[in-house]
Each structure stands twice: as structure tokens, then as C-alpha cells.
DNA sequence: TAGTGGTCTAGACCACCCG
DNA sequence: GGGTGGTCTAGACCACTAG
């Protein structure tokens, strides 16, 4: 059972003013009620309150001026494809106005190359579970991804292992392990053969590539990726706000 | 006068901490003081403590576990990287080890194409000040950077601004603007013959580009800007916590 | 002057982890 | 059980912006 009458009120305060923001209840532009107000019109303390509108402002969906009011942001659709899922390709999809789907190209069992060793802390040698999977929007392929874990992890034969889940699934429903920390590079390269016949490019044109290692909360290396990302199908963009 | 005396509690013990983090007085991996003997350390409630620690947790630079402790993070250094930043050269260059210097290349005053006005929001034609300047690591040109500013923003002619300085040094001493936002989207794109030479690159080398426009409070476009970045004499990475 | 957000406190209670 | 972080309150005072 889920106890959703225990979620924090804070996270449930968070869920419905995003979910106004979304709905346009509260216009781009628009000042919003006070901190006062809202703490009334839900019947919790202020403090409360600010610590939602500080989030929703550092992601860059209000702005805050001292002495004057919140008022919500001209950049709110910007805002939703924030910077901070750059790794979470579902999210940047969908809050890119696509479905999002994942299809699994091809899965295998393999030795570490000694760089893969490395960013998984491990001998070279051990077995790797690597998968190949593409993301679609709208059915239209857009990003490439390769991701690595070590066979270690898992208790089940890579056979049994669903492919197609998101990553963060795949580590929970199969290694029992939470994401706690991702640590994200990106480069520019140009697609090779691989790259361009699955995004449907021509070989050599630029794209981005992302490489990202998965830590869980004791800095045990859970996976590392490469995911090749095209950007002129799908918008890549941080919203920064300041005080 | 810069009364450093009033700098909130908060901001103080943040730069506080971030300075031991910096320094290894609390080494990576290791656990921190628990809230309550912060709080009786600098004698301020717990709850300033809190904010800047949920503040750091947010940067990726400690990792909190609840009925544990308050640990740092073992990626610090990537983390004093971190992509609240990526619009912000001279932070990064520092960040990554290197001592940064700008150099005005070129400077013109012309009309804005038809994209140009769009995007900051005035009729084509409008004139515009364009600056081209160079981003060095350690004498190392690491960011070509192109930037387009309403003329009528200045008081001064274009000969009378300082090229070098920094983009948020600049509005502000010469437009009597602050910096509230900041979008940028994120390419890859091939060099061409401009960025190459400047950047010491072959021509046709995959470059990250990033276009950035910046806004003022009051959602006034103050410029934007596009930057050609040679991501493999810096690094562009992201750390991303969760909880 | 009135209303807003910004800072800070003191203290309560809860949920979690460990020895 | 004892210590830790997580949540939340009530209320004080300050700093800023507007009409």
C-alpha cells in the first residue's frame, strides 16, 4: 500500500503548483499570491511555502523579486525541459512534447576494456552486461544509448533482463540499487556508421555525445553510458536564474 | 562601502564550508559534522544550518543520509564544475584548474538580422554592438565567444566599452543591468574556418556551440550570445544528486 | 504606509540508522 | 536508545517596492 495521505506537505504543495503552472492556471508573466497567501489558502506555515517557491525558482519556473511579489516565469516551457534531466531521457523527451519509447537493439555479455574498468572501479576482465537501446519521440529515433553495468550486480542471466526499462528501473528491479548520484560529460563528435543509421543521419554530421556514470549512495559505480543525442530533433537547454 | 558585516548568516557559512570543502578540511568521502554541531559551532539555529546544507546537497558536493550523516561528496572536484556555470567562462576555466583571460577580438556596431531582433525582442534592422572575444586557459584559447547587445542599451559610444570584460560586468556598468536568467541550448556543430583558427583546431572538428540569451528581471532581453567551445581542452560535465 | 519577500530563531515531532 | 537528518510551526524582525 502507498500512503499517499503521509507524502511531505511541502512535495504535495510542489505537485499542485507545478501542476497549475503547467495548466497555465497561473500565466507566464503573472504575479502569483503571496507566500502569505498561499500559506493560508493551504493551511501551512510560510516557511513551508518558501521552501517550495525557492525550489520552483531555482529551477527557473518563478522569479522572485524582494518586495514586490513571484511572479511566474516567462520561460516556463524552457524551464520544464530543465538541465538537471539531462540524463533521464524519458523526462527530456516528454517535456519536449514527444512520447517517449525505448526499444532494445541488442544486449550481450562481455569482458571490461581497462577504460571501462576504470570508471566502474573494477579488475579489466570482469564481466559486463552492455546493452544497446534506442529512445524514440513520437517514434522517431533520437538518441543512441549504450550502457554498461557489471554482470556482478545482477542475480538474474542477462536473458531475463527486460531491456527496455529505463535505467534507473533496471537497477532497482534487477541489482536492488537506487541512483544517488549521475555525473554527466558532454563532447561534440561526429556520428560514425552505427550512430548514423539508427538516427537516420548521414555519417559525419556532429552530434552530442553524453557520457554518464551512475553512483549509488555509497559511490559504488552502478553503470557508465554513452548516449549519442541529435540535436536538431531535440532541444538540449539549461534555464539558470539568480537571486 | 561594502558592508561585509550584514552578508546573511547563511551566505556566510556557505562560503564557510565551501572553502573547507575546497581545501580538504572535511575530505571527500568522509562524514561532516551533524547539523546540530554546526549550528552550535557558528551559534545560528539549525535551521540556517539546513539551508546550506540542502544547498550544497543540491550541488552535488555533499551527500546526505538520513538517521547517517552528512558526507562529502567523492566528486567534489567535478562538482566545484558544476553546470549552474556553463554559461559563465571565466567560473568554468577556473573551476577546471586554469587561470582565465578574455581578449576583445573585434568589435562592430551593425543592424540585427531578422533571427537576431527575434530573439531579443526588436524590429529588424535595430542596431546592434557585436563583440568577438577570446577565452584563454593558462594563454590556452579554449572559447570563441560572439556576443549582440541592443546599442540602445549603452550610454556610451562602442569605442568607449571595455571588450574584456565579463558579459555580466559589462551590462551592468554599462547598461545599469542585472542578470536574472539565463537560457542555453546545447550543439554540436563542425568547425568552421573562424572558429578553428582562433582555436588552434583543424577545420570540419566537431565543437560543442552554445547559445546562450540572457535575460533582466523583468524578462528584457539584455543579449545573447554564441560560443564555440573546444570540449576537449575543457571538460563540460554535470553532478547530479538525488534525496 | 502597507504589503511583499528575505532572514533567522527556538522548539517540536517524526523517520531512519546503528551499535 | 541515542544520534542523525527530515518536516513543520509560529512568530519575530528586516529590506525592498510600490502607490
Known amino acids: 500500500m502507498t500512503p499517499l ?17 503547467r495548466e497555465g492556471f497561473y500565466a507566464p508573466g503573472s504575479r502569483m499570491p503571496s507566500e502569505s497567501d498561499l500559506a493560508e489558502e493551504f493551511g501551512i506555515s510560510r516557511a513551508t511555502v518558501r521552501t517550495v ?7 527557473g519556473l518563478v522569479l522572485r523579486r524582494h518586495g514586490e511579489g513571484t511572479y511566474v516565469s516567462a520561460h516556463v516551457q524552457e524551464a520544464l525541459t530543465h538541465f538537471g534531466n539531462v540524463w533521464d531521457f524519458n523526462v527530456l523527451i516528454e517535456s519536449s512534447g514527444f512520447t517517449p519509447a525505448i526499444r532494445l537493439l541488442a544486449r550481450e555479455s562481455r569482458p571490461a576494456t581497462e577504460t571501462e574498468a576504470r570508471a566502474l572501479a573494477l579488475e579489466p576482465g570482469t564481466t ?25 550486480l545482477f542475480r538474474q542471466p542477462l536473458e531475463a533482463v527486460d531491456g527496455a526499462l529505463h535505467i534507473r528501473e533496471l537497477l532497482r528491479r534487477y ?3 537506487e541512483i544517488a548520484f549521475a555525473v554527466t560529460d558532454i563532447h561534440a563528435v561526429q556520428a560514425d556508421a552505427l550512430a548514423a543509421s539508427h538516427l537516420g543521419k548521414p555519417v559525419g554530421m556532429p552530434l552530442l555525445a ?17 548516449s549519442y543525442f541529435d540535436d536538431t530533433s531535440l532541444r538540449l537547454s539549461l534555464v539558470q536564474a539568480w537571486r
Open 5 to 21: 495521505q503521509t507524502k511531505p506537505l511541502a512535495e504535495r504543495l510542489e505537485d499542485i503548483l507545478r501542476q497549475r503552472l
Open 53 to 59: 517557491l525557492a525550489k520552483l525558482a531555482a529551477r
Open 128 to 152: 559486463l552486461f552492455s546493452f544497446w537501446r534506442l529512445f524514440y519521440a513520437d517514434d522517431r529515433p533520437v538518441i543512441l544509448a549504450n550502457n554498461l553495468c557489471p554482470a556482478a
Open 175 to 177: 541489482c536492488q540499487r
Open 210 to 226: 553524453l557520457d554518464i556514470a551512475f553512483y549509488s549512495q555509497h559511490n559504488e559505480p552502478l553503470a557508465i553510458g554513452r
